[in-house]
């Protein structure tokens, strides 16, 4: 069994500021990069919350 220590909760990615973008339609954006970086977190978050339990409220 793992300990918070050892399998911290995964930390959410910093979203863009609206200054990020320049809005010229790079590619990728920034807020494309973002978006990817969010679905990681969000699967990594999930299964770290079905290795804590009791920390999903």
């Known amino acids: ?10 930390i959410p990615p910093e979203a863009p500021l609206p200054t990020d973008c ?8 920034v807020h494309d990069a973002y978006a990817e970086e969010l ?5 990594k ?3 770290w919350q079905a290795r804590h339990p009791e920390e999903t409220a």
């Open 1 to 10: 069994m793992s300990t918070h220590h050892d399998d911290p909760r995964p």
């Open 39 to 43: 679905a990681h977190y969000r699967l």
């Open 22 to 29: 320049c809005d010229s339609g790079c590619d990728p954006c």
């Open 45 to 47: 978050l999930a299964e």
